[in-house]
């Protein structure tokens, strides 16, 4: 019983020292207008200074305090109260750059959890690795100039041409008139780097895998010797260069990996967040208001970019 009462007498002793504590800190130690700072907040702004910089404020508790108040907290206020007297908050572009603090505040809190990069776990690490190999592990690429004839006859007269005169411009001129594949003609037939499975890097271009297997022979900067089939029509190839197979091991990849989820989980947390608030904030919506938004001229800055005035009424 009598550990009991000690320890009941300590706990109440710890509360009452909390209380107390509590109880100093929201004294307020300095007002401008409306605004204030309380012992707490001071305490916890100093707390937050460097040590080299506490330093330039004073050698003892007494300068630090009073150094500090009066230098950035005083000012603080003073500042505050006086825009609050003109009624800065409510005109632009402090009401801008206000608004924009405290969506970026809100932003910083939304990612509190989250922590850095560097805590995102090895695991969560290998799964992202081992779900888009594709963007690790790239295969040997080949560049493909490729003029596509409808007869056999054509692509060997058409080679028959590009072997006398091996040039970028006779080929430019042989892909425009003789290549069916009008996508690619105006470009002399430019394939881009394809893979083994016949796709292209440039968006939109995918050839016949047995094309490229078909020049896996044929050195960087000659052409095929013959014409290829492909499906009804003949292909005059010119290989012009190869970009070998490349492979990044997890561990060179990991901080990269690392970045891009931490960014992923970010914008993923931001967006909800934003939903929410849209179905919870917004109130109305009408698009036709800003069909009458006037823009000043996008010039390259060469004129004054003056922002039109709100409308009179």
């Not at 592990?137 to 072997?163: G, S």
């Not at 000659?222 to 492979?247: F, N, Q, Y």
């Not at 997890?250 to 993923?268: H, K, N, P, S």
Request: with cysteine.
């Amino acid at each position: 019983m009598k550990a009991r009462a000690a320890a009941f007498v300590l706990l109440a002793g710890s509360a009452a020292l909390a209380d107390d504590d509590a109880a100093r800190r929201a004294k307020i130690a300095l007002e401008a207008g409306s605004f204030s700072a309380s012992v707490g907040e001071i305490e916890d702004r100093i707390a937050e200074l460097p040590s080299f910089q506490v330093k330039e404020y004073g050698a003892t508790r007494e300068e630090l305090v009073k150094a500090y108040v009066d230098q950035v907290i005083g000012r603080e206020l003073l500042l505050v109260a006086g825009a609050e007297k003109r009624g800065l908050a409510e005109k632009y572009p402090t009401k801008q750059v206000r608004e924009r603090t405290l969506s970026t505040a809100t932003l910083r809190a939304l990612r509190k959890d989250l922590k850095s990069p560097e805590a995102i776990p090895l695991a969560d690490v290998q799964k992202f690795y081992d779900d888009n190999r594709t963007r690790f592990e790239q295969p040997e690429r080949v560049n493909l100039w490729r003029i596509l004839c409808k007869t056999r006859e054509e692509a060997t007269t058409v080679l028959a041409a590009a072997k006398k005169d091996l040039t970028i411009p006779k080929y430019n001129d042989l892909a425009r008139d003789h290549s069916v594949d009008k996508a690619t003609a105006f470009r002399g037939g430019n394939l881009g780097f394809v893979a083994p499975d016949g796709q292209s890097n440039e968006a939109g271009v995918r050839v016949d895998p047995g094309l490229v297997k078909a020049v896996a022979n044929v050195k960087d900067g000659e052409l095929a010797p013959e014409p290829i089939p492909e499906g009804p029509s003949w292909a005059v190839v010119w290989r012009r260069t190869t970009v070998a197979a490349t492979k990044r091991s997890l561990e060179d990849a990991t901080a990269q990996i690392r970045t891009t989820i931490y960014r992923e989980r970010t914008e993923a947390l931001e967006k909800k967040h934003i939903e929410e608030l849209r179905k919870a904030k917004v109130t109305g919506y009408d698009p036709e208001p800003l069909k009458t938004i006037e823009l000043p001229p996008f010039d390259a800055g060469l004129a004054p970019r003056v922002i039109p005035s709100a409308t009179k009424r």
